[in-house]
């Protein structure tokens, strides 16, 4: 059974950065399209950022340029590098790991941004 355990959450003011990481059980880092989804208050998850098994990335508009997705397979950990924060990435976010039928999700780790 895979794990995904997302840390590195916190309060950080309007740029600052953070990096969160998500440690995955299961050697499934390697051959899974990793992502970060994140849910803020009254609305819907969304995606922020993913990449595949053969390195290809993809961001949310509103992300591009500040956040910055990567994994590390012998570590079997995805990063998202998050600078230049604005209130408006406040949200839960959520690690997803997604392989042939196979979705995984971790718990999600709070991010609060204040103004």
């Known amino acids: 059974q895979v794990q995904l355990v997302e840390s590195g959450g916190g309060l950080v003011q309007a740029g600052g950065s953070l990096r969160l990481s998500c440690a995955a059980s299961g050697s499934i880092v390697s051959i899974a399209t990793m992502g970060w989804y994140r849910q803020a208050p009254g609305k819907q998850r969304e995606l922020v950022a993913s990449t595949s098994s053969g390195g290809s990335t993809k961001y949310v508009d509103s992300v591009k340029g500040r956040f910055t997705i990567s994994r590390d397979n012998a570590k079997d950990t995805v990063y998202l590098q998050m600078n230049s924060l604005k209130p408006e990435d406040t949200a839960v976010y959520y690690c997803?790991?997604?392989?042939?039928?196979?979705?995984?999700w971790g718990k999600g780790t709070l991010v609060t941004v204040s103004s």
């Open positions: 997803n790991a997604k392989w042939t039928v196979l979705d995984y």
